[in-house]
């Protein structure tokens, strides 16, 4: 009889030859004491039988959406009791399926309709993974919050030898054991670069390792909103796109992130622990609680550097006259962090108009900081892209237009790096 505290998830199975390794995965799930239901697209039975897999799990696999069973709700039903839906392996036609929200079988209806967390892994031949359109749906699947384990890199069943492997069962197992646990997985995100960065910076081809694991990172992201009365107020012009990519990146490397963000109109990435501020102030305050035990500070927010002196507790009337706001200035929380007896790694960011390298680095030594990038506000504000111009003692380095994610990926590498040696 099954236990309650039982631990179910649902084994999606595409139409990948890595299906085969499905079945080693569903024998070792199930070893761990896991409920695994198996659902198989058609085009994965090809590649595997339903009995095998039924054999090894104990229950009937879900294959047709016209099924009877669950009252013809087996899409809903399924997830409804399971604390996460495993893709392993997901072809690079069902990873588009997901990206772009398609539910033309059971099981891409099943993920459409789940009300529980979604890990793929990826299993490909190696054109097929480094195609521009599977690197698009990725990073949306990794925007949309789905947990994305590998793939890896070597032979592959085609002969050819590149990134696109499905991970080995026993690694998945691990992945998954650790995101049963503790809500994220343990992590063996690949890098998802654009491949002409790629090829310009020379990134390494293997699985991003978690290099910041057990590391603590604070962030701050987004604008600040100074009150000037109840419904009005003085802002920055911040999407908070940058610092969310950064947070999503270190958490790929397994750190510890909080995120505290000032207003912002996108999703957080799921594992940071969020903050939500509204003004400089708050921002501060929030960045001192939460300051212990922190291994770096990127602050990636653009704080105002002015608030209102005196903002009414009421709506104030429109007059015929001038209006005269009396501003004074807000703390500078970077410096502050950086100037501290024993700071963290401190990370700053300058938006310029202008002049970026002279600015940057003015600011950089200004606010004591080991590492600033600097953008150019033109190619930064509010768009998808950037590209991100790193100052340290050693002079400068440019990390080539890419999307914001891909940036942040390359950029936390060289934070983790740098800091290798002082945070190990
Ligand atoms: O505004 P400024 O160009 O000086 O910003 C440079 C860096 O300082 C950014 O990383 C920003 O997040 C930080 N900053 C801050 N508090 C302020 C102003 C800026 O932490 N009041």
């Known amino acids: ?57 104990g229950r009937p696999v879900l294959v047709d959406q016209w099924d009877a069973a669950d009252n013809g709700m087996a899409h809903i039903a399924a997830s409804r009791v399971a ?111 654009d491949i002409s960065v790629r090829a310009h910076e020379k990134e390494p081809s293997q699985p991003q390792t978690r290099k910041l694991s057990g590391k603590k990172i604070l962030i701050t992201a987004g604008p600040t909103y100074e009150a000037i009365d109840t419904v009005r107020g003085i ?10 990519a950064i947070a999503q990146a270190a958490l790929e490397m397994g750190a510890q992130v909080t995120l505290i963000s000032g207003p912002t109109a996108i999703t957080k990435p799921q594992g940071a622990q969020a903050v939500d501020v509204q003004s400089a102030a708050q921002m501060f305050d929030a960045v001192k609680q939460h300051l212990a035990g922190c291994d770096i500070f990127i602050s990636v927010a653009a704080v105002a550097d002015y608030r209102v002196a005196h903002p009414s507790a009421q709506k104030i009337k429109k007059g015929s006259g001038n209006l005269t706001l009396e501003l004074e200035p807000n703390p500078d929380i970077l410096a502050y962090v950086a100037n501290l007896p024993n700071p963290p790694f401190c990370v700053g960011f300058a938006a ?50 890419a999307d914001k994610l891909t940036l942040a990926r390359l950029l936390m590498q060289r934070i983790a790096q740098r800091k290798k040696g002082a945070l190990q």
């Open 1 to 57: 009889m099954e236990q309650t505290q039982t631990k179910r998830i649902v084994l999606g199975i595409t139409g990948g030859i890595a299906a085969y390794k499905a079945a080693e995965l569903a024998r070792l799930l199930v070893k761990q004491g896991i409920s695994v239901q198996v659902a198989m697209t058609e085009a994965a039975c090809h590649f595997i039988t339903p009995a095998t897999m039924q054999a090894l799990t």
């Open 83 to 193: 604390e996460a839906i495993v893709i392993a392996p997901a072809t690079a036609d069902f990873i588009a399926k997901l990206a772009h929200g398609l539910a033309d079988d059971l099981l891409s209806t099943m993920c459409l309709a789940r009300d529980c967390p979604l890990l793929v892994a990826p299993a490909m031949n190696k054109q097929m993974w480094a195609n521009a359109a599977t690197q698009r749906n990725v990073r949306q699947l990794i925007a949309d919050g789905v947990q994305v384990l590998g793939p890896d890199s070597g032979v592959q069943a085609c002969g050819e030898e590149g990134m696109g492997r499905m991970l080995e069962a026993e690694q998945l197992v691990k992945d998954i054991m650790d995101f049963l646990r503790n809500g994220k997985s343990a992590g063996t995100v690949s890098p998802i670069p």
């Open 235 to 244: 802002t920055n012009r911040s999407s908070g796109k940058m610092g969310y």
């Open 352 to 401: 310029e108009s202008e002049n970026l390298a002279e600015y940057a680095e003015q600011k950089r030594r200004a606010k004591k900081l080991p590492l600033l990038v600097g953008n150019l506000v033109q190619q930064a504000i509010g768009s998808d892209d950037n590209e991100l111009v790193l100052f340290d003692d050693s002079g400068r380095q440019t990390l080539p237009r």
